[in-house]
């Protein structure tokens, strides 16, 4: 049974993906960008729905009291596909991605994607791609959004680590946010390069903030990483989260 839900969640995702995307596109010049962005977590919140009654992986968020009522740097643990779409659909206010603009040429996807107010950033520009962040993410987080990065930049397996990059507490230094740090156990049910989904229940965590004012970049970065790190070993200690990759 494992492989023919995986099958019929990827189906479901092909059907659901390409009718909601024209439905963007349709919509979306006659909408506020802030109208988009909730019209399109009504994308991530159906896949939620679809994860949960095809392949059997419930969630349940905990540490939702440590959510900021201000200008905030989500920094995740990324293992998984399942966090790109669980988490815009269950956080109370607009989440704004870090990508490289190459997702934008994705087919209906990256369609869709190119007309929310992310940040989609050129690598090949080095340090001037580091001050289009600075000046996009200022100006999102003025407007009520979080930002949200995956410091360790690819998706990782279970039991490793990376260490983590810094931009994410250079951003959230530099325009004097707080940092959120978040912990979640994705990887154990949704694997990274899997076709295969097990069923389960993924815990998300959510941390302290993390005060930037006064701080560097470096301490902010070394700070969240030690949490999640910690919470990743209480949320799957199965996995051995202490060697380092």
Known sequence: MLPLRSAL????QFLLTIPYSVGCFILFPFLSHAKRYWVAVGWCRTMLWICRWVCGIRYRVIGCENLPDGPAVLLSKHQSVWETFALPGLMPRPLCFVFKRELLFVPFFGWALGLLSMIHINRKKGSDAFQSIVNQGKQRLSEGSWIILFPEGTRTPIGT???FKSGGARLAVTAKAVVVPIAHNAGRFWPRHSFLKY???ITISIGPVIHTAGCTAEAVNSEAQA?????MYRLDPKAHLCRQE
């Open 227 to 231: 949490w999640i790190e910690k919470e």
């Open 9 to 12: 969640f990827l189906i479901s």
């Open 161 to 163: 680590r990376k260490k």
């Open 199 to 201: 069923p389960g229940e």
